[in-house]
C-alpha cells in the first residue's frame, strides 16, 4: 500500500515541496547574516514574491529585473537573495536544471562572503532540488551539512525542516531505524521550542514508518496527536494528511468501512486545497481498497486518475506505485499480458529509484503473473529475483527485531525466505503439472504419442 511521507521538503507536509524552499527563503531575513541585502534589491524580490502564485511569469521578469540591478550594483550578498528567489520559481515551474544552477550558483557567492547563513539555507535548496530528482544520497548530504549550520546558528526551525526532509527518504529507501531516530529527534526539539508546525509533520512522518513496521497502535497514537494540533490550529493540510493514513491503518488491519471513510474525508479535503500530489496517493488507497472489495472497474478508475496525476506532477516514485497497482488489478481480472507491461513500467522505475521493497512487490507479481500463463522459465526468473531482494532488504524492513535480536531476526529472516521460495517452486510444480497434464489430455484426444 502506498503511503504519504509527507514531503517535507520531500515529502511531505504542506501543499508541495516548494513551500519548504519558500518558507527558507522567506525565513533568511531574520537569521543572522554577514550583511544587508540592499532596500531597492529586497522590494523588488517582494514586489515579484506577491505575483508568484498568481502569475508566475511575471514574477519571474520582476524577479530577473531585480537580479540585473544587483548585478549592476556589483552587490554580492543581494545578488545571492535574487538567485535563490529565481530558484524557488524556477522549481515551481518544473526547471529543475534552472534551480539547481541558481541555487549552486548562491551557495558559492555565500561561501566567499562566509555568510554562514546563506550557505545553510542554500545547501537546503539543493537537498530538495536532488530529492525531488530522486539523488538521494545528495540529497542527504546536503541536507546534513544544512542541519548542523542551522543548529549552530540556533535556527532550530529551519534545522527541523531538513532533518524532516532526511527521514522521509530513510523512510523510503526502507531504512526504517535511521528514520524513527531522525523523526523522535525532530519531535524532542520541536516540543522544546513549542514549534506546532514541525512536530505535526514529523508524527505524521514517524506514524507512515509505524505503519510501514506494522504496529498500527502506535501509527495511531501519532496521527490522532498530529490530528489534534492540527484542527486546533487550522492547518488543514496536515489535517489531510492525518485523514489520509489514519485510513491506511485501519485498511491494514482490515477495518475497512473506516478506511474508505476516512480516504473520502482526505479526498475531499485535498481537494479543496488543489493538492495534486495528496489527491493522487489518496486514489491510489481508495484504488486498492476497492481491490479488496472487488469492486474492480471503481478501483481501476482510481488508480488512472491517480496515474495521470503523478505523471504530470514528475513523481516517478509515485508513478511506480501506481504503476504496480494498476498491474495488481489487471492480474486480479487475470488479464496477464497487460498487467505484465503495467508492472514492467513500474519494476524499471522502482530500479532506477532504488526502491527495493516496492521492486520485489512488483518481483512477487510479475511471478504470478508468468506461472499463470504457464511461462515458467519466466517465472524462475521473477522468483529468483524476488527472494534476492527478500534477502537483501530484509534487516532494512524489520530494523527493531533485527537490532534487538540480531541472531533470532537471522533465524526469521532465513525462515522467511524459504517460505517464499517453496512458495514460489509450489507455484511453478503446479503450474509444470497442470501444463503436462493438458499436453498429454491434448494428445491422447488427437490420437498421438
Known amino acids: 500500500m502506498r503511503l504519504i511521507h509527507r514531503r517535507k521538503r520531500k515529502v511531505s507536509s504542506k501543499p508541495s515541496v516548494w513551500l519548504l524552499l519558500l518558507f527558507t527563503l522567506l525565513l533568511f531575513p531574520a537569521i543572522r547574516s554577514v550583511g544587508q541585502v540592499l532596500p531597492g534589491i529586497e522590494a523588488m524580490v517582494k514586489e515579484a514574491d506577491g505575483y508568484r502564485n498568481s502569475d508566475p511569469d511575471k514574477a519571474m521578469l520582476l524577479a530577473r529585473k531585480a537580479l540585473e540591478e544587483a548585478r549592476k550594483e556589483k552587490h554580492d550578498l543581494s545578488t545571492a537573495r535574487v538567485m535563490r528567489f529565481i530558484g524557488v520559481l524556477s522549481f515551481m515551474k518544473g526547471d529543475l536544471q534552472l534551480a539547481e544552477a541558481q541555487f549552486d550558483s548562491a551557495y558559492k557567492t555565500y561561501t566567499v562572503l562566509n555568510d554562514k547563513a546563506g550557505i545553510a539555507a542554500s545547501l537546503n535548496n539543493l537537498g530538495v532540488v536532488h530529492q525531488e530528482k530522486s539523488n538521494y544520497t545528495k540529497a542527504i548530504e546536503f541536507f546534513e551539512k544544512s542541519v548542523t549550520m542551522k543548529l549552530e546558528l540556533g535556527d532550530s526551525t529551519g534545522a527541523m525542516s531538513g532533518m524532516v526532509n532526511t527521514g522521509t527518504i530513510y523512510s523510503y529507501t526502507g531504512n526504517n531505524t535511521k528514520a524513527i531516530e531522525t523523526f523522535n529527534e525532530v519531535?524532542?526539539?520541536?516540543?522544546?521550542?513549542?514549534?506546532?508546525?514541525?512536530?505535526?509533520?514529523?508524527?505524521?512522518?514517524?506514524?507512515?514508518?509505524?505503519?510501514?513496521?506494522?504496529?498500527?497502535?502506535?501509527?495511531?497514537?501519532?496521527?490522532?496527536?498530529?490530528?489534534?494540533?492540527?484542527?486546533?490550529?487550522?492547518?488543514?493540510?496536515?489535517?489531510?494528511?492525518?485523514?489520509?493514513?489514519?485510513?491506511?491503518?485501519?485498511?491494514?488491519?482490515?477495518?475497512?468501512?473506516?478506511?474508505?471513510?476516512?480516504?473520502?474525508?482526505?479526498?475531499?479535503?485535498?481537494?479543496?486545497?488543489?493538492?495534486?500530489?495528496?489527491?493522487?496517493?489518496?486514489?491510489?488507497?481508495?484504488?486498492?481498497?476497492?481491490?479488496?472489495?472487488?469492486?474492480?472497474?471503481?478501483?481501476?478508475?482510481?488508480?488512472?486518475?491517480?496515474?495521470?496525476?503523478?505523471?504530470?506532477?514528475?513523481?516517478?516514485?509515485?508513478?511506480?506505485?501506481?504503476?504496480?497497482?494498476?498491474?495488481?488489478?489487471?492480474?486480479?481480472?487475470?488479464?496477464?499480458?497487460?498487467?505484465?507491461?503495467?508492472?514492467?513500467?513500474?519494476?524499471?522505475?522502482?530500479?532506477?529509484?532504488?526502491?527495493?521493497?516496492?521492486?520485489?512487490?512488483?518481483?512477487?507479481?510479475?511471478?504470478?503473473?508468468?506461472?499463470?500463463?504457464?511461462?515458467?522459465?519466466?517465472?524462475?526468473?521473477?522468483?529468483?529475483?524476488?527472494?534476492?531482494?527478500?534477502?537483501?532488504?530484509?534487516?532494512?524492513?524489520?530494523?527493531?527485531?533485527?537490532e534487538v535480536n540480531p541472531n533470532k531476526a537471522r533465524l526469521e529472516k532465513d525462515k522467511q525466505i524459504r517460505n517464499y521460495f517453496i512458495f514460489g517452486l509450489v507455484i511453478l510444480l503446479v503450474g509444470f503439472s497442470a501444463w503436462g497434464l493438458s499436453r498429454y489430455t491434448f494428445k491422447k484426444s488427437m490420437g498421438m504419442k
Open 187 to 402: 519531535i524532542r526539539i520541536a516540543s522544546l521550542s513549542r514549534d506546532t508546525s514541525r512536530l505535526i509533520d514529523a508524527r505524521i512522518n514517524l506514524s507512515s514508518v509505524w505503519i510501514n513496521e506494522k504496529i498500527p497502535e502506535k501509527a495511531l497514537s501519532e496521527l490522532q496527536m498530529a490530528r489534534d494540533l492540527s484542527q486546533k490550529t487550522g492547518d488543514d493540510y496536515s489535517l489531510a494528511y492525518c485523514y489520509n493514513n489514519i485510513g491506511a491503518v485501519y485498511q491494514n488491519i482490515h477495518e475497512d468501512d473506516k478506511a474508505i471513510s476516512f480516504y473520502n474525508m482526505a479526498l475531499a479535503l485535498r481537494d479543496d486545497l488543489g493538492d495534486q500530489a495528496g489527491l493522487a496517493t489518496t486514489l491510489d488507497n481508495l484504488g486498492k481498497m476497492y481491490i479488496r472489495l472487488k469492486r474492480f472497474d471503481q478501483a481501476l478508475n482510481y488508480f488512472y486518475q491517480a496515474l495521470q496525476i503523478n505523471q504530470q506532477l514528475g513523481d516517478k516514485r509515485s508513478t511506480a506505485i501506481t504503476l504496480n497497482s494498476i498491474g495488481e488489478l489487471l492480474l486480479h481480472k487475470k488479464d496477464f499480458p497487460a498487467a505484465i507491461d503495467y508492472l514492467n513500467r513500474g519494476k524499471i522505475l522502482a530500479e532506477e529509484l532504488s526502491l527495493r521493497q516496492e521492486a520485489r512487490v512488483m518481483n512477487g507479481n510479475l511471478l504470478m503473473c508468468y506461472a499463470a500463463m504457464h511461462k515458467f522459465d519466466s517465472a524462475h526468473v521473477f522468483l529468483l529475483q524476488y527472494v534476492q531482494a527478500l534477502d537483501s532488504s530484509w534487516y532494512s524492513a524489520n530494523p527493531i527485531e533485527a
